[in-house]
């Protein structure tokens, strides 16, 4: 496996030929990045940019969608995979909002996992998005990339990923480290076809080593 030296030359090769990435979701509040980051589960943020703003311009704050039925909402999201269940989710967290914390989206993982919808990578990124709150959310590009390199064990859960590149990386680089490798697991190290032959990670990668 990866040393800690190794993994932050790696995130640093990774941001160097990504050096602009950053989030992609498209939100004008962060109530409304809540949702959007909660659409993005199995969907991308492609996908999910397409529908919100009109479910924005519906819905802005969350007392509007709170009152909503689900036959009003799924059709705003209907194009993204599991819509029934994501519908669900922004009502229910809507309402959840609004009973608990005054309409405002909190500031704590504990408080936000509270929410519909709302795991721990979902809390992770609205908390460094939208509070600068140090966190490194682990999606599955970043997970695929991690488990790949030799970051981490193969089998590697996601939280065991997640505190092992917390512990590797400085903490005011974890919202870029997991930007970087996101952008990396999109366009170098995909799912399907990834670019081993011109990847400069080579030397170091487990993959690439085994295939």
Known sequence: MLSDQEIRHAIQVMRQTFPNASTTLEADSTYHFLLATILSAQSTDKSVNQVTPALF???PQATDLAQASLDEVEPYIKQLGLYHNKAKFLV???????????????????ELMTLSGVGRKVA???LAECFGIPAFAVDTHVSRVARRLGMVAPQATLLQI????MDAVPKEQWLDGHHSMIFWGRYQ????N?????CPLQSMCAFYHQN
């Open 57 to 59: 311009a519906r819905y």
């Open 189 to 192: 190290c995909t799912s399907r």
């Open 194 to 198: 990834p670019k081993c032959a011109t």
């Open 162 to 165: 997640e505190h092992r590149l």
């Open 92 to 110: 229910k967290c809507s309402q959840e909002l609004v009973e608990h914390f005054g309409g405002q989206v909190p500031n704590t993982r504990k």
């Open 124 to 126: 992770d990124v609205v």
